[in-house]
């Protein structure tokens, strides 16, 4: 199976690419991208460089231009699409059905693969994007269960690709209204559900630390207890007298141990979230997926678990894939 792997800067795609990645996915340093943060991404020239260098040992390179054009300003997204190609990339993930007719229609012979902020989540939407644009992967949200992806898998004619480590998106892929609403911005546009500018820490005269997002109170930690990121489906609600986590716990993406499952089930590319961080915490989850493929690969059993110390609070869920919804 494929190992595609996260890099939010040069250091972290050459790290990335020693780790044994077999694919690097990253963006450009402007709004085409889901991850424009400040510090973080490439520059054209950094691009090109990093395309050879990832080639040069084997390795593919994917441009994510998975943002929405503003309307009546697709421009910078024409370019980005001409830039990718023109550096060599193996493929652009793409998210908006517009800028996927004009790639397809001005860059054919460009791989499409299909952004998981399109949400597409069944084979309906799948297929559509395949006839109508020419896309060969579609990146699958991180909802569905195996059993539903083994089910889209045989209605379906293009590859499969799904996030087995990292941040755990439990609403519909960019479609967040609650973090809209909480910080005006929006996911598909700003790349981040609870950016930075919105969040603050107050400790009250107890100790007791209060983390907010846009103004909102997300969760309160006592003296001593870790104070999770404020991110409102990992957030604490009161609901029918029960104050605690309604959607999701804060806790990361560990999928590792389902990745038989996920082979059986037609996935053809795996996929680690973490283009923010690190390159060191880059090169060691790559390390351990890569043992896990490679364990994969030659029969033997998938080696247990070593990365619960770069979990959001220490520990882990495999999220949907095998889950109860409360």
Known sequence: MELVCPAGTPAALRAAVAA????????????????NFPGLNFSRAEMEAAIAHAHAQCAKVLVAINTFPRAGD?????????????AGADAVILADTGLLAHTAEHHPDLRRHLSVQAAAANPDAINFHAEAFGVKRVVLPRVLSVQEITAINREIDVETEVFV????????????SLSSYATGQSPNMNGVCSPASHVAYDEDADGTLSARLGGFTIHRSARGEPAPYPTLCKG??????RTGYVFEDPTS?????????????????????GRQRSRAYVAKVVRAFRAATDALAAGRPIPPGTLAALTEGQSATTGAYAKTWR
């Not at 697709?74 to 023109?86: F, Q, S």
């Not at 604490?236 to 007298?241: D, H, M, P, Q």
Request: a negative charge.
């Open 165 to 176: 480590f990292g941040g755990l998106c439990v609403m519909a892929e960019g479609r967040c």
């Open 253 to 273: 993406l560990d999928a590792s141990q389902l990745i038989p499952q996920l082979a059986k089930a037609g996935v053809s590319a795996l996929k680690i979230e």
């Open 20 to 35: 044994g990645a077999h694919t690097v996915y990253c963006g450009y340093a402007d709004d085409t991208n889901a991850r």
């Open 74 to 86: 697709p421009g910078p997204w024409h370019a980005a699409v001409a830039d990718a190609a023109a």
């Open 236 to 241: 604490c609600f009161t609901s029918n007298a």
